[in-house]
């Protein structure tokens, strides 16, 4: 054997031992890919609930105007009545006992609308914070990722534990989005 074969034979020895030395790298690697991958759907569904329960939200509070104004001009209304002197007392008193059941069930609505939109504005609320972690999740694990992917580069473990460090920040944020209630 020649020098020059043992010394190729040495390099390529060393280059294999690198090799799967840096296998647990790329192990991790992947699985961080996967990691974000699943991290960015959940936030882009929690996000997209968001905007659903805003619409309904928004719609509800459209209902409740409507209602309002409903209650408002059967105010008027009755307010209006009072004032003016009718002959047929009878029909009067119906129309006005009309007019105060309007009133009563009006002011119901406008209770139970209002709650209903209150309701759907703190699922608003609670949708934007979960979609918040998520993204911080998001961009923790992509950092991690590339940080990581810098070991393969430099062959220091020291840019893998900082990207697995990233990485767990990452994870701990995207759990946390399962616990804001």
Do not use: C
Request: charged residues 20%; without cysteine; negative net charge.
């Amino acid at each position: 054997m020649e020098p020059n074969e043992a010394h190729e034979l040495q390099e390529h020895a060393e280059h294999g031992s690198h090799e799967s030395a840096l296998r647990p790298v790329a192990f991790t690697m992947s699985v961080l890919a996967v990691l974000v991958a699943v991290t960015t759907v959940l936030g882009h569904r929690t996000h997209t609930e968001a905007v659903l329960d805003q619409n309904r939200a928004t719609d509800q509070w459209n209902f409740y105007q409507a209602h309002k104004i409903r209650a408002y001009d059967t105010d008027l209304a009755a307010d209006l009545l009072s004032a003016l002197t009718v002959q047929n007392k009878d029909a009067a008193a119906k129309l006005e006992k009309a007019y105060a059941a309007h009133e009563k069930k009006w002011t119901a609505d406008l209770a139970e609308a209002q709650q209903k939109a209150e309701t759907l504005e703190a699922k608003v609320e609670q949708a934007e914070a979960r979609a918040g972690r998520f993204d911080l999740a998001e961009a923790l694990l992509e950092i991690g990722l590339v940080v990581t992917s810098v070991t393969l580069l430099t062959r220091s473990r020291w840019y893998w534990y900082l990207g697995l460090l990233f990485s767990l920040a990452g994870v701990v944020s995207a759990a946390s989005a399962f616990l804001v209630h």
